[in-house]
């Protein structure tokens, strides 16, 4: 079995900085592609930023030139970096990893519970 887990969420004013990390731990083998999606009331879920095992990067237009994620292989971590928060950054935030567990070939696709993140005007 393979858990993320998510911290680092909260209230912010706009303009402010929040650090997100997230943990993957149990069973596993590799990651592949680890990454943040986020789902605002009423919204879509939308992908903010992905890093591959190799560090490439990307993400949603919205975010780029503000957040950066980084990722720690050996600890099996992705971190996101808020920087210069909006209101409309508002939503609750996912980690995502593609892992590969002992006993298996293949890759599979794992979120966490999620972690608010609130930035008031």
């Known amino acids: 079995q393979v858990q993320l887990v998510e911290s680092g969420g909260g209230l912010v004013q706009a303009g402010g900085s929040l650090r997100l990390s997230c943990l993957a731990s149990?069973?596993?083998?590799?990651?592949?592609?680890m990454g943040w999606y986020r789902q605002a009331p009423g919204k879509q879920r939308e992908l903010v930023a992905r890093?591959?095992?190799?560090?490439?990067?990307n993400y949603a237009e919205s975010v780029k030139g503000r957040f950066t994620i980084s990722r720690d292989n050996a600890k099996n971590t992705v971190l996101l970096q808020m920087n210069s928060l909006k209101p409309e950054d508002t939503a609750v935030y996912y980690c995502?990893?593609?892992?590969?567990?002992?006993?298996?070939?293949?890759?599979?696709?794992?979120r966490g519970q999620g972690t608010q993140v609130t930035v008031s005007s």
């Open positions: 149990g069973s596993i083998v590799s990651i592949n592609a």
């Open positions: 995502n990893a593609i892992v590969m567990q002992y006993g298996s070939s293949y890759y599979r696709d794992y």
């Open positions: 890093i591959t095992s190799g560090g490439s990067t």
